[in-house]
């Protein structure tokens, strides 16, 4: 069996010659396509440039950077030589790069620009592999700097690089086996340090084929944004499927742009954490709320249709009666299709969504607005998708079912266990914790905790790392907790706190700019955020939404007590993981003293 990846880019160039393959973002910000033709001619250029470089068959090398097109050329470039591709989230500490560059021992590491050429140039100081830095930005050089290259003479390498160099590119290509490693996909770790996932090409294969058959609604014609990190093995799963289908790429560079960047492009399909849908259901409801009387009536109906026709009728796979479905076209004229117009995804076809609890409440509001967001669930381990939403059929609450080839089934401690022929090989250079990973039958553990429904749908309740029990016995799940808060306007990010206490309590970081907005309202006056986080009515008006937002919950569950933070969760304080996870352990020891205080 031939690789898929290896000759990705050769073989669409062939089927979709001018076609544009990948959209970039130029320094302006100003959009630009590289067609399938151009992009198989850079990743071949790219190959040669490795080999000339020294780059040999089972090397490892490195890529620093945020989203960019020269990240999927190198990728494929490494594929052509029967080499390594590894990620490093750009939002990465000098410490984090020092220790994957180390574990991996790369003697070429790609940097996006300054920021990260300047870490990379104080790792390499300590990581005596590391030889060549290719920097994709045209930046000034360190002048006592020999090792280095910018992208433009990376390529200008390859471009010289002659005959021989090309047939042993090809060569190592065609020798390609399926047992070969594509990729070290390194877990943010929210627990200790992290760990190097082994995904080979027949992981990959594996991969392909079984969200070929799945969403098989996905066709050249369709446009994905590459949003989240392309070190995310989400995003980086999700983006190799999309070129292998033939839809364009577009690259996002700055996740703080998404918002612009995705009226420009208006892709049709885009795959995202639930933060990213939470932001757009607060916004609509602000929207809502800033209505008169009539519209808010008329909203409020079209939701009530859209519910009815969306997830009673179209989600089982029955056709809505012709009244419902007449209705339902009005609402959607006048109004869901200028929702999606303004966030940007006018054309939206699918969306899927993954990598933390998604708020039920959530979900329906979108598919009631005709939005189809595709809930999910994966892990770096399983080369990305274990469950997805099926086209019909699928179960709000759940994360779907499991996908082609994948076999899921409920271990000790209600842990979710998995086994595919898309699960990783182990962890690099870490034969304990790889053990520690399978049962002795050979099931992957996943470390989450979930149930099986009659429908076969998968519906997870927290990792088993972090459930805790409350001094009197009860279990609390904290990422449901959080997902619920989530979705209000006045809260940004949240930590559940309760582990062997009386009763739970929580930290708040609130939006502060609403917060801004509802002191003006209010006529609050104050000097600074922690005074005002300090003030009754900011307190009570919280606490009330939160009641609201806890509704249905088992009184033991609700959060009893919270304090508010003047600084939110952050990466460089350890807090958050580079998926922005939060690390429990380091937030459980930085705010010690607030977490006590709540319960004295």
Not at 95 to 120: H, L, R, S
Not at 285 to 312: P, S, T
Not at 495 to 510: E, F, M, N, W
Request: glycine residues 6%; hydrophobic residues 40%; neutral net charge.
């Amino acid at each position: 069996m031939s690789n898929i990846l290896v000759n990705l880019a050769a073989r669409q160039a062939e089927k979709f010659g001018d076609k544009a393959a990948i959209a970039g973002q130029d320094e302006s910000g100003k959009w630009y396509d590289i067609s399938w033709r151009d992009y198989s001619r850079m990743v071949s250029t790219a190959a040669r440039a490795l080999d000339r470089l020294g780059v040999k068959p089972g090397d490892n090398v490195t890529t620093f950077s945020a989203n960019r097109p020269e990240n999927l050329v190198s990728d494929f470039a490494c594929y052509l030589n029967r080499a390594v591709s590894v990620s490093i989230y750009a939002t990465s500490s000098l410490e984090q790069v020092i220790y994957i560059a180390n574990d991996t021992k790369c003697e070429v590491m790609f940097v996006g620009n300054t920021t990260q050429y300047n870490i990379a140039r104080e790792a390499q100081a300590v990581c005596r592999s590391l030889k060549k830095i290719i920097v994709i930005k045209s930046i000034k050089l360190d002048a006592d700097d020999d090792s280095s290259m910018l992208w433009s003479d990376f390529m200008a390498l390859g471009d010289n690089a002659g005959e021989d160099c090309q047939k042993e590119v090809e060569r190592r290509a065609a020798e390609s086996v399926p047992e070969d490693i594509a990729t070290l996909v390194y877990t943010s770790g929210t627990t200790g340090e992290p760990k190097g996932a082994i995904l080979t090409h027949s992981n990959y294969n594996a991969a392909m084929q079984s969200h070929h058959e799945r969403l098989n609604m996905v066709t050249p014609d369709d446009t994905s944004m590459a949003f989240l990190p392309l070190s995310h093995i989400f995003e980086k799963g999700w983006t190799y499927f999309c070129l292998t289908e033939g839809v364009k790429v577009s690259v996002n560079r700055d996740p703080h742009d998404i918002q612009q960047t995705i009226q420009q492009v208006r892709p049709t399909c885009m795959c995202s954490v639930p933060r990213f849908w939470e932001k757009v259901y607060v916004g609509v409801q602000e929207k809502i709320a800033g209505m008169g009387a009539f519209q808010r009536f008329m909203v409020k109906q079209a939701l009530k249709v859209g519910h009815a026709r969306n997830l009673d009728y179209v989600r089982l796979g029955k056709k809505a009666p012709w009244w419902l479905e007449t209705r339902y076209k009005f609402f959607d004229k006048k109004i869901f299709s200028l929702l999606r117009h303004v966030i940007g995804i006018d054309h939206g076809k699918m969306f899927p969504t993954a990598g933390a609890p998604v708020s039920s409440t959530i979900v329906e509001f979108l598919h009631s607005c005709g939005i189809n967001i595709v809930v999910g669930y994966g892990l770096s381990e399983t080369t990305a998708t274990v469950t997805c939403f099926p086209a019909k059929d699928y179960e709000i609450g759940s994360v779907g079912t499991p996908i082609p080839f994948v076999n899921v089934k409920i271990g000790d401690e209600d842990e979710v266990l998995v086994k595919s022929p898309m699960v990783m090989k182990g962890y690099y250079n870490k034969p304990e914790a790889t053990a520690e990973a399978f049962t002795e039958d050979g099931w992957f553990r996943t470390g989450d905790a979930g149930y099986i429904d009659g429908n076969g749908a998968l519906f997870l309740t927290d990792r088993i790392k972090d459930l805790f029990k409350t001094s009197n016995g009860k279990y609390i799940a904290p990422q449901a907790i959080e997902a619920r808060l989530g979705e209000d306007k006045y809260i940004e990010q949240v930590a559940v706190i309760g582990d062997k206490r009386k009763y739970v309590t929580a930290l708040i970081v609130p939006d502060y700019e609403a917060l801004k907005d509802f002191a003006v309202k209010n006529k609050i006056a104050y000097k600074s955020m922690e005074e005002l986080l300090r003030d009754e009515r900011v307190v009570e008006m919280l606490a009330q939404r939160m009641e609201q937002l806890q509704k249905g919950l088992a009184s033991f569950e609700k959060i009893k007590k919270f304090t508010l933070l003047p600084k939110a969760f952050t990466m460089e304080s350890g807090e958050l993981t580079n998926t922005l996870k939060i690390r429990r352990p380091v937030i459980n020891r930085n705010f010690a003293k607030e977490i006590e205080g709540m319960y004295n």
